[in-house]
């Protein structure tokens, strides 16, 4: 079992930026495939990056490419969002994920382990 704990989310200008973190306990994340999703309200749970289990590999949703990015450090079981250039559109609750699997897919249902989330506003 893998527990997930998010931690960076806050209140910030558009065009500022934030670096989420994602702290995994109960397994080591070295073979897991991550991800980051948002949910914003009334809408449903979308997804924003993911990274393979060796760091090597990325995704991004279209919206955040150039302004979003996902790393890892698996000697601390930790998983990053570095969000720059900030939109008021960014506002959201940030979740991170794991992938079992070792898969690193855009698509929700693919992981298996989920985190409470951050929350992220973002004001004009």
């Known amino acids: 079992q893998v527990q997930l704990v998010e931690s960076g989310g806050g209140l910030v200008q558009a065009g500022g930026s934030l670096r989420l973190s994602c702290i995994a306990s109960g397994r080591t994340l070295g073979t897991y495939g991550m991800g980051w999703f948002r949910q914003a309200p009334g809408k449903e749970r979308e997804f924003v990056a993911a990274?393979?289990?060796?760091?090597?590999?990325?995704r991004y949703a279209d919206s955040v490419k150039g302004r979003f990015t996902i790393s890892r450090d698996n000697a601390k079981n930790t998983v990053y969002l570095q969000m720059n250039s900030l939109k008021p559109e960014d506002t959201a609750v940030y979740y991170c994920?794991?992938?079992?699997?070792?898969?690193?897919?855009?698509?929700?249902?693919?992981?298996?382990?989920w985190g409470q989330g951050t929350q992220v506003q973002v004001t004009v």
């Open positions: 994920a794991a992938d079992k699997g070792g898969l690193y897919g855009t698509i929700r249902s693919a992981y298996d382990y």
């Open positions: 990274i393979s289990w060796s760091g090597r590999s990325t």
